[in-house]
C-alpha cells in the first residue's frame, strides 16, 4: 500500500518521495490512519521499523489544518536522550518544511537561555528531554494552554531512565484534553501501567513480537577471554575492512579506553557517552556518519535516538546487564528493511548474561569464529585491557623494607643476623634503628658498675665556707 492511501497531504507526500520512501511500514500503515482520526495509540514495534514517520507525519498534517496565533505549542514530543530528540526534531523538520510549522528541540547539556529565546518566537512542535523542560516551566518559558497532542516516544526507556516521576510532573502542567500517543520498542508491565494512567481507550497497534528484533538483522557471537576482546575486536575489524561499526561498552570509562586502544591499533575510533558535551558528541557523531571515523564505541545513552543509514555492523563488546538493551543496541542496524550484521564478543562471565538475551528473544543465537578466538593475542596478564602494565616495584620495594627484605633477598631475618647479632630484648623497635640503643641489663657475673660522681655543684663551695651557728 502507497502512502498516498493514508490520506496524507500532497506536502508531506513530496517529503516523503524525496527522502526515498515508497511504502509504508507495517507500524506506519496501522498508526497514520488511527492518529489522524484522533484516537489515543499504544504502538509497539521494533527498533528501525519508522515510529518516528509513524507519529510525526500525521501530528504536521493535523497542525497544518489547524492554524493558531498562540506562541505555545500545539504538540509535545518527550525523548529519553538528546540524541533522539535530536533525531525527532530533524524528523518533523524534514517531513514539514513545505507546511511551514515550527519545530524546537530543548534537552539539557547546553545553555538554556538561546533555548528560552526559542521559545518565546512561538513555536508549534517542542521535542524534549523530561529534565529541561522542567526547568523551563519552573521558569515560565512555556505555555502549555493550546497543547493539543501529547507523545512518549521510547516509553520503556524513559522508564528504564529514572523519568517517571519528572513525567507524571509534566502530565499535571498539561491540558486534561489531549491526544495522547506511547510509543515503545519493548512492552512491559510498567508501560503497561503507564498508558493506563495516560491513555484513553487507545488503539492498540503491536505490529510484531514483543522485544523482538528485527528479521535483517544477523546475530552471532565469539566465546572469547575477557582479556582478548579487544585484539579480537581489532582483528575482525582489520580482516573484515570494516567502514563503520558502532560498538558497545557497559561504562564510560570503557568506552574512552576502547576507544583510545582501537586508535593505537591504527583503528579510526571515537567515543560518545554522558560524560561527553553535546557538542562533541555532535562532532563524534559527525565524524562517524561521514566514515571519517571507523568504529564509534558507545554507552547504551546511544542505543536509542542514533539513526545512521546503511549501518553495517553493530558489536557488543560487553553485553548489556538489561536483555531489553540488547534489542536496542543492534536495532541500529538492519534498519528501514536493510541487512546488518550484530556481533556480540561473550567472555565466561557472561554466559548468564546471554541465556538471558536468548530467553528474551525465544531463540539461540550461535557462536562462531573459535579460530578467531584462539589467533587472538593474549595482552599481558595483571594488566587492564589495552593499558600500561602497573609499576609494582615501588610498592614491592616498602613492602620489602617493613619485612626486612632488600636487594631481592626473601628472608629478611637471615640477612639481618648477618649484619649483627640482635637481642630482641634489647630495644622494642627493629635492627639498626637510629634511636640510642638501650644498655644491656648487668649479669650477676659482671662486675657491679661504679657510679660515677655526681658533678660538682656550684654552691657547695659557698654552703661549705658558711660558720656553722654557735650553740648556746
Same mark, same amino acid.
Given at each position: 500500500?502507497?502512502?498516498?492511501?493514508?490520506?496524507?497531504?500532497?506536502?508531506?507526500?513530496?517529503?516523503?518521495?524525496?527522502?526515498?520512501?515508497?511504502?509504508?511500514?507495517?507500524? /506506519?500503515?496501522?498508526?497514520?490512519?488511527?492518529?489522524?482520526?484522533?484516537?489515543?495509540?499504544?504502538?509497539?514495534?521494533?527498533?528501525?521499523?519508522?515510529?518516528?514517520?509513524?507519529?510525526?507525519?500525521?501530528?504536521?498534517?493535523?497542525?497544518?489544518?489547524?492554524?493558531?496565533?498562540?506562541?505555545?505549542?500545539?504538540?509535545?514530543?518527550?525523548?529519553?536522550?538528546?540524541?533522539?530528540?535530536?533525531?525527532?526534531?530533524?524528523?518533523?523538520?524534514?517531513?514539514?518544511?513545505?507546511?511551514?510549522?515550527?519545530?524546537?528541540?530543548?534537552?539539557?547539556?547546553?545553555?538554556?537561555?538561546? %533555548?528560552?529565546?526559542?521559545?518565546? %518566537?512561538?513555536?508549534?512542535?517542542?521535542?524534549?528531554?523530561?529534565?529541561?523542560?522542567?526547568?523551563?516551566?519552573?521558569?515560565?518559558?512555556?505555555?502549555?494552554?493550546?497543547?493539543?497532542?501529547?507523545?512518549?516516544?521510547?516509553?520503556?526507556?524513559?522508564?528504564?531512565?529514572?523519568?517517571?516521576?519528572?513525567?507524571?510532573?509534566?502530565?499535571?502542567?498539561?491540558?486534561?484534553?489531549?491526544?495522547?500517543?506511547?510509543?515503545?520498542?519493548?512492552?512491559?508491565?510498567?508501560?503497561?501501567?503507564?498508558?493506563?494512567?495516560?491513555?484513553?481507550?487507545?488503539?492498540?497497534?503491536?505490529?510484531?513480537?514483543?522485544?523482538?528484533?528485527?528479521?535483517?538483522?544477523?546475530?552471532?557471537?565469539?566465546?572469547?577471554?575477557?582479556?582478548?576482546?579487544?585484539?579480537?575486536?581489532?582483528?575482525?575489524?582489520?580482516?573484515?575492512?570494516?567502514?563503520?561499526?558502532?560498538?558497545?561498552?557497559?561504562?564510560?570509562?570503557?568506552?574512552?579506553?576502547?576507544?583510545? /586502544?582501537?586508535?593505537?591499533?591504527?583503528?579510526?575510533?571515537?567515543?560518545?557517552?554522558?560524560?561527553?558535551?553535546?557538542?562533541?558528541?555532535?562532532?563524534?557523531?559527525?565524524?562517524?556518519?561521514?566514515?571519517?571515523?571507523?568504529?564509534?564505541?558507545?554507552?547504551?545513552?546511544?542505543?536509542?535516538?542514533?539513526?545512521? %543509514?546503511?549501518?553495517?555492523?553493530?558489536?557488543?563488546?560487553?553485553?548489556?546487564?538489561?536483555?531489553?538493551?540488547?534489542?536496542?543496541?543492534?536495532?541500529?542496524?538492519?534498519?528501514?528493511?536493510?541487512?546488518?550484521?550484530?556481533?556480540?564478543?561473550?567472555?565466561?562471565?557472561?554466559?548468564?548474561?546471554?541465556?538471558?538475551?536468548?530467553?528474551?528473544?525465544?531463540?539461540?543465537?550461535?557462536?562462531?569464529?573459535?579460530?578467531?578466538?584462539?589467533?587472538?593475542?593474549?595482552?599481558?596478564?595483571?594488566?587492564?585491557?589495552?593499558?600500561?602494565?602497573?609499576?609494582?616495584?615501588?610498592?614491592?620495594?616498602?613492602?620489602?623494607?617493613?619485612?626486612?627484605?632488600?636487594?631481592?633477598?626473601?628472608?629478611?631475618?637471615?640477612?639481618?643476623?648477618?649484619?649483627?647479632?640482635?637481642?630482641?630484648?634489647?630495644?622494642?623497635?627493629?635492627?639498626?634503628?637510629?634511636?640510642?640503643?638501650?644498655?644491656?641489663?648487668?649479669?650477676?657475673?659482671?662486675?657491679?658498675?661504679?657510679?660515677?660522681?655526681?658533678?660538682?655543684?656550684?654552691?657547695?663551695?659557698?654552703?661549705?665556707?658558711?660558720?656553722?651557728?654557735?650553740?648556746?
Amino acid at each position: 500500500m502507497p502512502f498516498e492511501k493514508l490520506g496524507l497531504r500532497a506536502e508531506l507526500l513530496k517529503a516523503l518521495a524525496h527522502k526515498g520512501y515508497a511504502r509504508p511500514t507495517p507500524i /506506519q500503515a496501522h498508526a497514520i490512519p488511527a492518529i489522524l482520526d484522533g484516537k489515543d495509540v499504544l504502538g509497539g514495534a521494533q527498533t528501525g521499523t519508522g515510529k518516528t514517520a509513524a507519529f510525526a507525519l500525521p501530528i504536521l498534517q493535523q497542525l497544518s489544518e489547524s492554524r493558531a496565533q498562540v506562541k505555545g505549542p500545539r504538540a509535545l514530543i518527550l525523548a529519553p536522550t538528546r540524541e533522539l530528540a535530536a533525531q525527532v526534531c530533524d524528523s518533523f523538520q524534514t517531513y514539514g518544511k513545505r507546511l511551514n510549522l515550527r519545530s524546537h528541540v530543548v534537552f539539557g547539556g547546553v545553555g538554556i537561555n538561546p %533555548q528560552i529565546k526559542g521559545l518565546s %518566537q512561538g513555536i508549534d512542535v517542542l521535542i524534549a528531554t523530561p529534565g529541561r523542560l522542567l526547568d523551563l516551566a519552573g521558569r515560565r518559558a512555556v505555555d502549555f494552554r493550546n497543547l493539543q497532542c501529547l507523545v512518549l516516544d521510547e516509553a520503556d526507556r524513559m522508564l528504564d531512565m529514572g523519568f517517571i516521576h519528572d513525567i507524571r510532573k509534566i502530565l499535571k502542567l498539561l491540558p486534561a484534553k489531549r491526544q495522547n500517543l506511547l510509543f515503545s520498542a519493548t512492552y512491559s508491565s510498567e508501560i503497561k501501567r503507564l498508558s493506563e494512567d495516560i491513555l484513553e481507550q487507545p488503539e492498540m497497534i503491536e505490529v510484531a513480537r514483543r522485544n523482538t528484533a528485527a528479521e535483517t538483522v544477523s546475530q552471532s557471537a565469539y566465546q572469547v577471554q575477557k582479556n582478548q576482546k579487544r585484539n579480537l575486536l581489532s582483528q575482525l575489524a582489520q580482516e573484515g575492512n570494516w567502514e563503520q561499526a558502532l560498538v558497545f561498552t557497559r561504562t564510560k570509562h570503557g568506552a574512552n579506553r576502547l576507544a583510545t /586502544q582501537l586508535a593505537s591499533d591504527g583503528i579510526d575510533s571515537a567515543a560518545i557517552h554522558g560524560n561527553k558535551s553535546q557538542a562533541a558528541r555532535e562532532r563524534a557523531l559527525a565524524a562517524f556518519k561521514k566514515r571519517s571515523v571507523r568504529i564509534l564505541v558507545a554507552t547504551d545513552i546511544a542505543a536509542r535516538g542514533l539513526d545512521i %543509514q546503511d549501518l553495517p555492523f553493530v558489536v557488543n563488546y560487553e553485553l548489556p546487564n538489561v536483555p531489553e538493551d540488547y534489542v536496542h543496541r543492534i536495532g541500529r542496524t538492519g534498519r528501514a528493511g536493510k541487512d546488518g550484521q550484530a556481533i556480540s564478543l561473550v567472555s565466561q562471565e557472561e554466559n548468564k548474561l546471554l541465556l538471558g538475551i536468548e530467553k528474551l528473544l525465544g531463540r539461540k543465537i550461535k557462536f562462531v569464529g573459535d579460530d578467531k578466538t584462539v589467533n587472538a593475542k593474549p595482552e599481558p596478564k595483571n594488566t587492564r585491557s589495552g593499558s600500561k602494565p602497573k609499576n609494582r616495584s615501588a610498592s614491592k620495594r616498602s613492602s620489602n623494607r617493613r619485612y626486612g627484605i632488600r636487594n631481592g633477598s626473601e628472608n629478611g631475618e637471615e640477612r639481618n643476623s648477618k649484619l649483627r647479632n640482635w637481642n630482641p630484648g634489647e630495644s622494642d623497635r627493629q635492627p639498626r634503628s637510629r634511636r640510642r640503643k638501650r644498655k644491656p641489663a648487668s649479669s650477676s657475673k659482671q662486675k657491679e658498675a661504679v657510679p660515677s660522681p655526681k658533678s660538682p655543684n656550684r654552691f657547695r663551695k659557698f654552703f661549705s665556707k658558711r660558720v656553722a651557728p654557735s650553740s648556746r
